[in-house]
């Protein structure tokens, strides 16, 4: 079965404080995994998509990165307004169509 | 302004008095999909269509139905809601089904509670 595990739940930093943000993943076949931002009362919004292992992309002071089990979403010296909760999505390779999210990772970046 | 439009945000409703939450974009998109937003849950998608008049299934499809008569609009229909469909449901869509970008453009959420 597809799915996704989002690692932790919740992340408090302070502002400039380093970390990541783990997602694994099952997948029968990897077409594409994407990571999504989504502020409080608004959908979730775009960021990355990464295709195969090896890969990294990078969006300011996100890098989004991925092995053949997890990606991780590291946020360099992170600032308030980078608080939001980020969102991990897998697409198959035998049914792209389907998108399978998972719950969530909340942070908040403390000024 | 390139968007997707819910309608209404926010409902509260009683068990069994059908509804329908529109959905509408306005970019010419292909592939819709709804999703509903649980916690600990996460986004589960419930149905997504891939053209006019192309629908299928997603992983929670259970009391809902969809249609698609036109490009632009795919709207969600609980036909007799219940409490357990209380959500926050998200419309969503993409230039084209299978597009492997994986971009998906979401609505602003509409939260439903079904008493």
């Known amino acids: 079965e597809d799915q996704v595990t989002q690692s932790p739940e919740a992340l408090r930093l302070q502002e400039g404080e380093s970390s990541s943000l783990n997602c694994s993943y099952t997948?029968?076949?990897?077409?594409?995994l994407f990571w999504y931002r989504q502020d409080p009362g608004k959908g979730p919004e775009f960021l990355f998509t990464?295709?195969?292992a090896g890969e990294e992309k990078e969006k300011e002071r996100l890098k989004a990165t991925l092995t053949k089990k997890e990606s991780f979403l590291h946020i360099t010296a992170p600032k308030p307004e980078d608080s939001a909760t980020y969102l991990c999505a897998v697409q198959a390779i035998d049914n792209f169509n389907k998108f399978y999210f998972g719950s969530g990772t909340k942070l908040n970046v403390k000024p | 302004e390139a968007q997707v439009t819910q309608n209404p945000r926010y409902l509260i409703t009683v068990t069994g008095k059908k509804l329908t939450v529109t959905c509408s974009q306005n970019?010419?998109?292909?592939?819709m999909s709804w999703y509903r937003q649980d916690p600990g849950l996460g986004l589960r998608q419930i149905y997504y269509?891939?053209?006019?008049?192309?629908?299928d299934k997603g992983d929670v499809p259970e009391g809902y139905k969809v249609s698609r008569k036109e490009k632009r609009n795919f709207p969600l229909i609980l036909e007799s809601p219940s409490p357990n469909q209380t959500s926050l449901y998200f419309c969503a869509s993409s230039l084209r089904a299978g597009d492997r970008t994986g971009e998906l453009f979401f609505g602003e959420g509409s939260r439903l509670t079904v008493l």
């Open positions: 269509s891939m053209n006019v008049e192309v629908t």
């Open positions: 990464l295709y195969s």
């Open positions: 970019m010419n998109h292909e592939y």
């Open positions: 997948v029968s076949g990897l077409r594409g």
